[in-house]
């Protein structure tokens, strides 16, 4: 199971700290994926982090902004956000997937259909 926290209403140019909390098993050996969807929109891959933080991604539209990070020993994972604008309104995912057995430590990516897991979402609203 992984449950979200973190999201709210922030003025633009604010910044946010989301958390996702693993219970049930173990998150050491698992790529974190984070996603967002937005109203009328589809749900989309904003950054990925492999089971070792060695290897991270990010979505254009996030980058130099986003920065997500993991404690394998907390079996937590954050997305820390900066910059904030409108159009990062969304309700916020993380979701854990099994990485191919030849990759373990560094598989990365974001796309929805490889991850396993998912939590219920967090809103973020980014309004004056």
């Known amino acids: 199971r992984l449950v979200e926290s973190g999201g709210g209403l922030v003025q633009p140019g604010g910044s946010l700290r989301l958390s996702c909390v693993v219970s049930?098993?173990?998150?050491?050996?698992?790529?974190v994926g984070w996603f967002r969807q937005a109203p009328g929109k589809d749900r989309e891959g904003i950054s990925c982090?492999?089971?070792?933080?060695?290897?991270?991604d990010y979505a254009s539209s996030v980058k130099g902004r986003f920065a997500n990070s993991r404690d394998n020993a907390e079996k937590t994972a954050y997305l820390d956000m900066t910059n904030l604008t409108p159009e990062d309104t969304a309700v916020y995912y993380c979701?854990?997937?099994?990485?191919?057995?030849?990759?373990?430590?560094?598989?990365?990516?974001?796309?929805?259909?490889?991850?396993?897991?998912w939590g219920q979402g967090t809103q973020v609203t980014v309004s004056s």
């Open positions: 979701a854990a997937g099994v990485p191919p057995i030849g990759d373990i430590q560094e598989w990365c990516v974001m796309s929805a259909s490889e991850y396993q897991y």
């Open positions: 049930g098993y173990t998150l050491d050996y698992y790529v």
């Open positions: 982090i492999s089971s070792s933080s060695g290897t991270t």
